[in-house]
């Protein structure tokens, strides 16, 4: 073969011009196009904040695409085309330093948000997402209503359920203290409520949960569980003041369900994603020992002991 | 060969001009990955310095060692090889200056655009629209400048480095406009899944189309002339050119797989990028057989020594990169460290390194004096190998952890503090790479500009 200017120019470019046909120029117009179930168009704060987004490289360290095979947050939807038609850019991002986001809306409340955002590290003590107070508060804002779309329609409910239980909960905080420890009991169903913490209390179970509590809870209870963390100043309902609850009849299933669950409307997340069981059970006994300074923990009934206790 | 065409007098004023560009965005882009790799050992670092954040020093380094570091770096090799390689002077060596700063002009607009936060958000193709424009510009006259001096050759055969020059610049002109969407300004992008498709068939095809092929110009040029042995096989390069065409091409889709996109293009970036063994090993085949039995003039000659580094790295890369193709293996490798530790296998390891190789090949041969410091060539040659060898032991590691764990259920922000270690050792490696490019950029601008004194060159 004679590679002559001609042959090499011209082989070149009907190859390049022959292989975007077939693999970027047909898709496109093959592709349908249509909404998926969860599609709704954003609004123009949504919009706004989005353009954040992109100009402050979010995208490098959060994905927005769930894999069938994926467990963490945003993991009860797989991402589909039609969730994302009108992106442009499409932000699917290729790292995930940080947790995907494509159904971040609704996952906390807004103030939540803006914790993490002027310190990550507020609400989550382990979090390397760099600061973001520089933005100032009306720009954090509109990043906080992108993210709180994330999902869409779905996002959409999820925000809805925050808005109804954040006015439940502030009402609650509002009529004191008594009143507000009652309240958070009640939310827990009653077979939740009755349950000691079944694991007797040792010094190794007390480290590992001290352990649990510096990498997820410090950031809003505290470094003494008075829920004066830095994330407080921004936090409303502010975080719980564990210190108060001795003699007010707090179980350790009621720390367990909560820490499990979360208390949606308030700042207080799920951790069923981050922790087991074991893992719940002594953080919970560890803030009852410690904050609480009084411990139900292998107090009747606790059924048959479980096989590895001392 | 006539009286008249031996005579040619090469001025390779272009050639210095792109040598000094590498060697400069070498140290700044290196200085910017220092930066982000700072951030993630400790986030509060430099914490609301808005210029340099991560999510815009990142790119910010991505796009500097793509196209100040690494694309120049191949580039002013070209600009020495072309005319050589024609019998020919350089069409114009005023034009080839002129298209050197104009690169350096463009790349540094673009860089502060996204410094300032008019990142289009798409990776590998966040410089704001202006910028595109001036890169793309850029392009054009090295391919004015290198098509008019094919045109103008006194040496009917081309070589196969013309083939790749030649093809890299004009594929890349048009793969850059056509990825960056320059037909649309305010978002520079497509609308939803397209746009992924598009983006990472434009993406990949800056390692494919760009610094692959130039890379491969350089090493076809440098090692049969440090080892004086003649090209193991002219078939195998032709082979090797259009099969790299072909299949490189294909293969953007395999950053989807694990997203929405139509399987039958998910299947034709998996074939492909398996298919990639057939450039790779067609290349290398040729290349080691060229230099069979000759590593000590490689050795001996620094430039040399780099180039043959880099093709060992391109085996790694190509090796890996199949295999990553997988779908089974990218459910592990995907999202993760191990991509970013391939990403600068590929980049610094097989590319840049050639690059660097190619400006250690012809800076005596321009100047018509010896290195500046063979010995601080060699160090950077040391710090940047022992570098990015640590780098990639390091992400692959990272990127097994982080990946195994998510498969096994565990979230994302619980393996955070178990990954932080290998971010500090990462830092560290970096640091060496780091140095290495200070270093280079030392040794490029004495040995450039700085004959010695009493003519007796320094070790």
Request: proline share 6%; hydrophobic share 45%; glycine share 10%.
């Amino acid at each position: 073969m004679r590679m002559t200017p001609s042959v090499i120019l011209g082989g070149v470019l009907a190859l390049l011009a022959a292989i975007v046909a077939t693999v970027v120029y047909f898709p496109a117009v093959q592709q349908d196009g249509s909404p998926s179930e969860i599609y709704r168009e954003r609004t123009a704060e949504e919009e706004a904040g989005r353009r954040i987004y992109l100009q402050n490289g979010c995208v490098y360290c959060h994905s927005q695409a769930i894999r069938a095979f994926d467990w963490d947050m945003g993991s009860e939807r797989i991402a589909q085309a039609g969730d994302y038609i009108a992106d442009e850019p499409i932000q699917l991002g290729s790292q995930r330093t940080g947790p995907d986001l494509s159904q971040a809306g609704g996952e906390h409340p807004d103030d939540w948000h803006i914790a993490h955002f002027v310190n990550p590290r507020y609400t989550r003590p382990s979090s390397i997402m760099p600061p973001f107070a520089w933005l100032g508060p009306e720009r954090i804002r509109l990043l906080t209503r992108y993210v709180q779309s994330l999902g869409l329609r779905q996002a959409d409910r999820r925000m809805e359920r925050q808005n109804f239980w954040k006015a439940e909960s502030v009402r609650a905080y509002e009529a004191g203290v008594e009143a507000n420890v009652r309240w958070l009991a009640e939310q827990v169903p009653r077979g939740w409520r009755e349950i000691p913490n079944p694991y007797p209390t040792s010094a190794a179970s007390l480290q590992r949960g001290q352990r649990i509590y510096q990498y997820f809870c410090i950031g809003c209870h505290g470094p003494i569980g008075d829920g004066m963390g830095p994330a407080q100043p921004w936090i409303y309902p502010p975080p719980l003041n564990f210190t108060v609850l001795k003699g007010r009849e707090i179980s350790g299933g009621i720390l367990y369900y909560q820490i499990m669950n979360g208390i949606t409307g308030t700042a207080m997340p799920y951790f069923k994603r981050d922790l087991e069981s074991q893992k719940i059970w002594e953080v919970g006994d560890y803030v009852a020992r410690y904050f609480i300074n009084q411990s139900d923990a292998n107090e009747e009934p606790r059924g048959i002991d479980a096989s590895w206790e001392p | 060969m006539s009286e008249a065409v031996s005579a040619v007098v090469h001025a390779d004023r272009t050639a210095r001009a792109f040598a000094l560009t590498s060697a400069l965005w070498f140290a700044l882009a290196t200085s910017f990955g220092m930066i982000a790799a700072g951030y993630l050992i400790a986030p509060d670092f430099l914490a609301n310095v808005e210029y340099i954040h991560f999510g815009r020093v990142r790119p910010m380094h991505v796009n500097a060692v793509l196209f100040g570091f690494v694309t120049p770096g191949l580039l002013a090799a070209a600009f020495y090889y072309v005319p050589r390689l024609l019998r020919a002077p350089l069409f114009s060596e005023s034009l080839g200056v002129f298209s050197a700063l104009f690169w350096n002009v463009s790349l540094a607009a673009g860089l502060v655009g996204v410094s300032l936060g008019y990142s289009q958000g798409r990776e590998y193709a966040e410089l704001p629209w202006g910028a595109d424009l001036l890169i793309i510009a850029s392009f054009g006259l090295v391919i004015v400048n290198l098509l008019l001096t094919i045109r103008r050759r006194n040496e009917p055969i081309l070589y196969v480095s013309i083939w790749y020059a030649a093809a890299a610049v004009v594929l890349t002109a048009c793969t850059y406009a056509l990825g960056n969407v320059v037909w649309k300004p305010d978002t520079g992008a497509l609308k939803g899944i397209p746009d992924a498709i598009l983006l990472w068939f434009y993406g990949h095809n800056v390692f494919g189309l760009l610094l692959s092929p130039l890379a491969l110009g350089v090493a076809y040029y440098v090692l049969p002339i440090a080892t004086r042995s003649p090209l193991y096989s002219h078939t195998l390069s032709l082979l090797g050119f259009w099969s790299l065409i072909v299949v490189y091409t294909h293969i953007g889709t395999h950053h989807l797989l694990q997203t929405p996109v139509p399987t039958w293009l998910k299947t034709i970036s998996i074939v492909d990028s398996v298919a990639m063994v057939i450039p790779v090993m067609v290349f290398l085949i040729n290349i080691w057989y060229t230099v069979k039995g000759k590593l000590g003039e490689i050795h001996a000659d620094i430039g040399a020594k780099f180039v043959f580094t880099g093709t060992i790295y391109y085996f790694f890369v190509n090796l890996q990169g199949s295999m990553m193709a997988l779908p089974d293996v990218q459910r592990i490798t995907h999202y993760n460290n191990w991509v970013v530790g391939h990403a600068h296998i590929g980049v610094l390891g097989f590319a840049g390194v050639t690059a660097l190789g190619g400006l250690y090949f012809i800076l005596p041969r321009i100047t018509g004096r010896p290195l500046f410091s063979r010995y601080l060539a060699d160090l950077q040659y040391w710090l940047v190998l022992i570098g990015i060898t640590g780098f990639a032991v390091v992400l692959t590691v990272v990127g097994l952890i982080q990946g195994q764990a998510w498969y096994n259920g565990e979230t994302l922000y619980r393996t955070l503090p178990e990954i932080q270690p290998y971010y500090v050792l990462r830092l560290s490696l970096g640091l060496l790479i780091l140095a290495g490019a200070w270093v280079g950029l030392y040794n490029v601008v004495r040995s450039l500009y700085f004959p010695p004194r009493g003519g007796v060159p320094c070790a």
